[in-house]
């Protein structure tokens, strides 16, 4: 997301210092504090080298993945998400979508302990999940946790707009229905239908690239003349609520009775079955003066809480002592992931490809640029027949000897 937000003249928004703490909704079982030496301290004090063993763990997993933007800077895709985690981390990659992170966790020397604690509260809050999901998954979610992800000032939709904007796309706003298979001397031609403010239209391509999930609990969408069928993709959305309350939070509840005294920013909570929310922050603007502070513990402030399910009103008195407003969005944001299912395919048909099958290896602003960029170089290799640029093996080698 760097590289975008570097071509688009956009600045990186301002961080605001805000110290974290794991609930277990009776007491916190981690606190961070303002030195770096006594948080490690906590760490190795509570989990002995866990913390490490997980830091060498993501670093390793990380370190693969960037070999994709080589790989890409030189032109190479790939047909299958198996074929491109193949090509990052050989067989142990795809089997990282086929076994829990909690699994691989332990499996490399992570305590139980450190797993129900800390793991399950970053899954909890990143894709409010639990220590189940697939072992890559976690990796991209817990990496994403380790404090070197960074936000664009104004907002991250400002990517988007940008590149529409640099990319001067003509945009057709209407809403996809459908795409029916014709033929034009021996090519496939996609009609693409839609419905906009002034009823039905069509359009004739070469070339398709379908970002709308194609599972049953979220397509409206139907493929007419393909044979065989284009089928619907087994698996289903994970349901998320994100409230947003502005309002005096109620320390007591989390064992400060004097607001004054409660030192956190965001908390993180274990999976306990008593816990109604996922997680919950102070948020800030998008836009951050240098003036710009968090308000004091005990002045109405706005926090984003993260739930499975919408909150009652019992449920915000439990969390907030009083509250001005609450705005709710709910929405399914990724995958319900399960390490059971086979993931689903980037090409449909010839020309017809799918970039939201990579949400199934893992879910993120980057997976997602990954795909976009792979699916641009695959339709580019297979209309030209460059067919060694697709799905090669021994990728590092033939990159270093490129070079």
Same mark, same amino acid.
């Not at 805000?18 to 007491?27: M, N, V």
């Not at 031609?189 to 069509?202: A, I, M, P, R």
């Not at 004097?258 to 102070?282: E, R």
């Given at each position: 997301?760097?590289?975008?937000?570097?071509?688009?003249?956009?600045?990186?928004?301002?961080?605001?210092?805000?110290?974290?703490?794991?609930?277990?909704?009776?007491?916190?079982? %981690?606190?961070?504090?303002?030195?770096?030496?006594?948080?490690?301290?906590?760490?190795?004090?509570?989990?002995?080298?866990?913390?490490?063993?997980?830091?060498?763990?993501?670093?390793?997993?990380?370190?693969?993945?960037?070999?994709?933007?080589?790989?890409?800077?030189?032109?190479?895709?790939?047909?299958?998400?198996?074929?491109?985690?193949?090509?990052?981390?050989?067989?142990?990659?795809?089997?990282?979508?086929?076994?829990?992170?909690?699994?691989? #966790?332990?499996?490399?020397?992570?305590?139980?302990?450190?797993?129900?604690?800390?793991?399950?509260?970053?899954?909890?809050?990143?894709?409010?999940?639990?220590?189940?999901?697939?072992?890559?998954?976690?990796?991209?979610?817990?990496?994403?946790?380790?404090?070197?992800?960074?936000?664009?000032?104004?907002?991250?939709?400002?990517?988007?707009?940008?590149?529409?904007?640099?990319?001067?796309?003509?945009?057709?706003?209407?809403?996809?229905?459908?795409?029916?298979?014709?033929?034009?001397?021996?090519?496939?031609?996609?009609?693409?239908?839609?419905?906009?403010?002034?009823?039905?239209?069509?359009?004739?391509?070469?070339?398709?690239?379908?970002?709308?999930?194609?599972?049953?609990?979220?397509?409206?969408?139907?493929?007419?003349?393909?044979?065989?069928?284009?089928?619907?993709?087994?698996?289903?959305?994970?349901?998320?609520?994100?409230?947003?309350?502005?309002?005096?939070?109620?320390?007591?509840?989390?064992?400060?009775?004097?607001?004054?005294?409660?030192?956190?920013?965001?908390?993180?909570?274990?999976?306990?079955?008593?816990?109604?929310?996922?997680?919950?922050?102070?948020?800030?603007?998008?836009?951050?003066?240098?003036?710009?502070?968090?308000?004091?513990?005990?002045?109405?402030?706005?926090?984003?809480?993260?739930?499975?399910?919408?909150?009652?009103?019992?449920? #915000?008195?439990?969390?907030?002592?009083?509250?001005?407003?609450?705005?709710?969005?709910?929405?399914?944001?990724?995958? +319900?992931?399960?390490?059971?299912?086979?993931?689903?395919?980037?090409?449909? +048909?010839?020309?017809?490809?799918?970039?939201?099958?990579?949400?199934?290896?893992?879910?993120?602003?980057?997976?997602?640029?990954?795909?976009?960029?792979?699916?641009?170089? %695959?339709?580019?290799?297979?209309?030209?027949?460059?067919?060694?640029?697709?799905?090669?093996?021994? %990728?590092?080698?033939?990159?270093?000897?490129?070079?």
């Amino acid at each position: 997301m760097q590289d975008f937000v570097k071509v688009l003249g956009l600045k990186h928004r301002r961080e605001v210092a805000g110290k974290s703490a794991i609930f277990s909704g009776e007491h916190f079982v %981690l606190e961070e504090t303002d030195w770096y030496l006594l948080n490690l301290f906590r760490l190795w004090w509570h989990y002995g080298i866990s913390f490490l063993r997980l830091q060498m763990w993501v670093e390793e997993v990380m370190e693969k993945f960037m070999r994709i933007y080589k790989y890409q800077a030189y032109g190479y895709a790939f047909s299958s998400l198996e074929e491109l985690l193949r090509s990052l981390g050989g067989e142990a990659f795809v089997n990282m979508t086929r076994r829990s992170v909690a699994e691989s #966790l332990l499996e490399v020397g992570v305590t139980q302990r450190f797993v129900d604690d800390v793991i399950a509260a970053v899954l909890r809050s990143s894709c409010g999940q639990s220590v189940l999901v697939p072992a890559f998954a976690g990796a991209m979610s817990l990496a994403g946790a380790q404090g070197s992800t960074w936000a664009v000032e104004g907002g991250n939709k400002l990517v988007c707009s940008g590149l529409l904007k640099l990319t001067k796309a003509n945009v057709i706003p209407a809403r996809v229905t459908g795409v029916s298979l014709h033929s034009s001397e021996g090519r496939a031609l996609y009609q693409v239908h839609y419905e906009d403010g002034e009823g039905q239209g069509s359009g004739f391509y070469d070339m398709v690239v379908l970002t709308a999930p194609l599972h049953p609990s979220k397509s409206n969408f139907t493929f007419q003349n393909f044979e065989p069928p284009i089928a619907d993709l087994p698996g289903a959305f994970q349901p998320s609520v994100t409230s947003v309350v502005h309002g005096y939070l109620n320390s007591s509840y989390f064992g400060f009775p004097d607001p004054k005294l409660f030192p956190f920013a965001s908390i993180l909570t274990t999976d306990t079955p008593n816990l109604f929310f996922n997680a919950m922050d102070n948020i800030c603007p998008v836009n951050i003066s240098s003036a710009f502070r968090r308000k004091q513990p005990q002045e109405a402030a706005v926090w984003r809480v993260l739930s499975p399910q919408p909150l009652d009103k019992q449920q #915000l008195k439990t969390l907030f002592r009083s509250y001005y407003s609450v705005q709710v969005t709910e929405w399914q944001a990724r995958p +319900h992931y399960d390490v059971a299912k086979s993931l689903p395919p980037i090409v449909l +048909h010839e020309n017809l490809f799918y970039l939201s099958s990579v949400e199934w290896v893992a879910s993120s602003m980057e997976m997602v640029a990954v795909a976009a960029k792979n699916v641009a170089l %695959l339709a580019y290799n297979r209309w030209y027949q460059d067919l060694e640029k697709i799905d090669q093996k021994d %990728l590092m080698h033939k990159v270093k000897t490129e070079l």
